[in-house]
């Protein structure tokens, strides 16, 4: 069945580096955009970042920018996010997702994007001195 | 970034009952808007995409409106699996927002 599972998750002391990774399988992995959203103890989801089927096109939240990478190895159906100089809020539970088709860009039409329809069961990173 | 409000942030209701739950943009946003469900402790679950299209396997009592700006999602008799958060979510561009959640509580 289609599934995402993540691991990599931890403590690690503010400044340190972590990298997370999803596994998928039961579908088309290459087809298809990647996110990260993570929610942190207590409140509400975030989405972090996207990585489209092709593995160029990337995009973060500002609150990341600059510290976090996302990438994908779709020989292997898996894809990753390196997160470096993490800080306390960093602290969350990250879910990996799916899209529901293929976010892309065509001259005609634009950017356009989708909807999350496949999550994983979230890995805990916790940043902490 | 687009704002996304959603209101009430705390709903008590009883089984049965119709509720609705409201999510706003701070800017239109067109139909590109979800529903997730969340429960304690899982992932979110993808309820309702393009402000009204029913998601494959959820049940017909969920259900959406909106366009632009305003947006609502209706459970139209509410079951006990129901309890649980809620929020919404812009699609429109990135970087993706969501709502600060509705938690649907039992009376």
């Known amino acids: 069945q289609v599934q995402l599972v993540e691991s990599g998750g931890g403590v690690v002391q503010p400044g340190r580096s972590l990298r997370l990774s999803c596994a998928a399988s039961g579908f088309t992995f290459s087809s298809y955009g990647m996110h990260w959203v993570r929610q942190a103890p207590g409140k509400g989801l975030e989405w972090v970042a996207v990585i489209w089927y092709d593995g160029i096109n990337k995009y973060y939240a500002d609150s990341v920018k600059g510290r976090f990478a996302i990438s994908r190895d779709n020989s292997d159906n898996t894809f990753f996010l390196q997160m470096n100089s993490l800080r306390v809020e960093d602290t969350a539970v990250y879910y990996c997702?799916?899209?529901?088709?293929?976010?892309?860009?065509?001259?005609?039409?634009?950017?356009?994007?989708?909807?999350?329809?496949?999550w994983g069961q979230g890995t805990t990173v916790t940043v902490s001195s | 970034d687009i704002q996304m409000t959603q209101s009430p942030s705390t709903l008590s209701a009883s089984v049965g009952d119709r509720v609705t739950i409201t999510c706003r943009a701070s800017?239109?946003?067109?139909?590109?808007l979800a529903w997730y469900q969340q429960k304690p402790g899982k992932a979110p679950n993808l309820l309702i995409y393009?402000?009204?299209s029913l998601q494959s396997g959820v049940p017909s009592r969920f259900s959406g409106s909106g366009s632009g700006t305003e947006f609502t999602l209706t459970i139209s008799s509410l079951q006990p699996d129901d309890f649980a958060t809620y929020y919404c979510?812009?699609?429109?561009?990135?970087?993706?927002?969501f709502g600060q959640g509705t938690k649907l509580e039992i009376k």
């Open positions: 979510q812009q699609y429109n561009s990135y970087g993706y927002t």
């Open positions: 800017q239109s946003i067109s139909s590109w």
């Open positions: 997702a799916r899209e529901t088709q293929s976010s892309g860009w065509l001259p005609t039409r634009g950017y356009y994007y989708y909807a999350m329809d496949v």
């Open positions: 393009q402000a009204s």
